[in-house]
């Protein structure tokens, strides 16, 4: 029962230009959702969040967009660099309990120069 | 201020064997959560401690334990190992309050199960 999707498991950019990256959930009931980044032999990094109230959040180059109708939210790094290159998680808090994140399967982002 | 640290780095062991993995939280931290990545997927929630005591599990097998110490270190403890509990495995602090605070991941411990 998979409650968060990311259906593109990678995705090429040119550097400099827009990276868009998706994600699809089931449950309603999550009230945060985030976004982390996972270099190779290291730990997901925390990127940005949104609250459920809210339908977008800034920071930087980074913005997510969450519509709640359509259970969908989407991560846009503009513009694009070389250093962007990772994998991208995106996660969802379940309110029940524990602070539980429920993770995607992660999109590979490669910004080509 | 000191970052998440887990230890070993990689481990390698048989199956039905034991294993603890180790966690130390970041300064200020008091909430541990432990999440198994496999191959190509996505981290996985474990189990959740918070003032020594399991504070939530997800979908994993008794033979899956943990412990906080009253410095809000964690250990991870897998017992009769099988070759499916080969992984990443991830330990994530963050400090409970009414509003939601991040979880700041360490760099894993990478098992492998022969």
């Known amino acids: 029962d998979q409650q968060v999707k990311q259906n593109s498991p990678s995705l090429s950019v040119q550097e400099g230009r827009i990276s868009i990256l998706n994600c699809d959930y089931t449950n309603s009931m999550f009230d945060y959702f985030l976004w982390y980044k996972k270099y190779p032999a290291e730990g997901p990094t925390f990127l940005i969040s949104?609250?459920?109230?809210?339908d977008k959040n800034e920071d930087g180059r980074f913005t997510v967009f969450l519509n709640k109708s359509a259970k969908h939210l989407s991560l846009h790094i503009v513009p694009s660099q070389p250093g962007d290159s990772a994998v991208y998680f995106c996660?969802?808090?379940?309110?029940?309990?524990?602070?539980?994140?429920?993770f995607g399967q992660g999109t590979r982002l490669t910004i080509n120069p | 201020e000191t970052g998440v640290t887990q230890s070993p780095t990689h481990l390698i062991k048989t199956r039905g064997q034991q294993v603890t993995l180790r966690c130390s939280s970041q300064s200020g931290h008091n909430t541990v959560s432990w999440y198994q990545q496999a191959l190509g997927q996505g981290p996985q929630f474990i189990f959740q401690?918070?003032?020594?005591?399991?504070?939530g599990r997800g979908n994993f097998p008794p033979r899956f334990s943990g412990l906080q110490f009253p410095n809000y270190s964690s250990e991870l403890n897998v017992n009769a190992l099988e070759l499916d509990d080969s992984a990443l495995y991830l330990c994530?602090?963050?400090?409970?309050?009414?509003?939601?605070?991040?979880?700041?991941f360490g760099p894993g411990t990478r098992l492998t199960v022969l």
């Open positions: 949104i609250s459920s109230i809210k």
């Open positions: 996660a969802a808090k379940d309110p029940q309990g524990a602070q539980k994140l429920v």
């Open positions: 994530a602090s963050s400090t409970r309050g009414r509003s939601y605070n991040e979880q700041f």
């Open positions: 401690y918070y003032r020594e005591e399991e504070n």
